[in-house]
């Protein structure tokens, strides 16, 4: 079994960010992706689910997995010249924001408004992540994957994975797709972005003039370390709700109803609005339930105060879907994957 280690009963608490105490059948932890097939063909995994797992930040478990978590462990960053420009290639097991700080200490634009948001940079494509108005969409180039219904290691471009806002092929077809590492082009110099969430303002507080790359960076850890709880610190899955997208004929009619709702205008005649304006609107932020509620620094936040299950964390999520559809007529979607 080189190139993989495989535990039986694993236990999952440490494994995602809620801190929901459930335990997997079997834990696969993948260091050599070309042992995926082998792995996949052993008889205690072939038998049942298998799970891809990154650092378990972007999903609720409410119970027991009865299957095999298949957790990437791979490791590596590799930069290689392509025509006229310079891709990054980089291991579905590194740590998102370490790669985020790499790029930028050496020299690289693009990602600095996705600084400090928790898992791998196996798991980015498959939500697309996005923060402060940057998806990491716009930065790949390609994604290596292992794919279980063509038997074999496929390499897919950006119109095959299929971006879109919180989306991609990956969670379109889920399960379908192994990623084993992601490659991306990232620019030397681009327009910064800045006109989004108070990015502008935090660095004038800062007393930038002319800012980079990486005063921006500093700008989102900031704003980041005051709005949203360190997951360290109490259990959280980061923005536990999508940004709901309706037809701009709603979206005018909620704004004139609800002065100070936000809204940004989206693709194809449709507008995006505030979930956070909808749940602290709502009454939700900062309430609890037992040791489930919605954090009191961030309403998007779906917090464990301690011992939740999943099922607790699971109903408290169904309670506010329910108060934001009963007061503004329009439906919340999670945006963690919920098993």
Known sequence: MGGFTLTSEAPMA?????????????LAEVHDPVKIPELLAYPAVKSGKVLVLGEG???????????????????????????DRVLIRVAAGERWDDFVRWSLGQGYAGLENLILIPGTVGAAPIQNIGAYGVEVAEFIDTVEAWDTHAQAFVVLDKAACAFSY?????????????????????PRERPLSLDY?????????????????YHVAEAVVRL?????PDPAVIGNAGSFFKNPIVGQPKADALALAHPGLPVWPHAGGTAKISAAWLIESAGFKGERDGDAGMSNRHA????????????????????????????????????????
């Not at 930040?57 to 025509?83: C, H």
């Open 14 to 26: 440490g494994r995602n960010t809620l801190r929901v105490d459930a335990r997997a059948t079997l």
């Open 57 to 83: 930040s972007n999903m609720l478990i409410k119970g027991d997995i009865d299957g095999t978590v298949l957790a990437m462990a791979n490791r590596g960053v590799e930069t290689f010249q392509r025509d």
């Open 166 to 186: 919180r989306h991609s092929s990956f969670k379109q077809q889920a399960g379908r797709w192994i990623v084993v590492a992601v490659t991306f082009a990232l």
């Open 197 to 213: 969430a108070g990015i502008r303002e935090e660095i004038q507080k800062m007393g930038i003039e002319r800012p980079t790359p």
């Open 224 to 228: 980041r370390s005051r709005k949203l």
């Open 300 to 339: 998007l936040v779906l917090v464990n105060h301690g011992k939740a299950t999943g099922p607790q964390l699971w109903t408290f999520a169904q309670k506010v879907i329910a108060g934001v559809e009963s007061k503004f007529g329009v439906t919340l979607e999670p945006e963690p994957l919920v098993i």
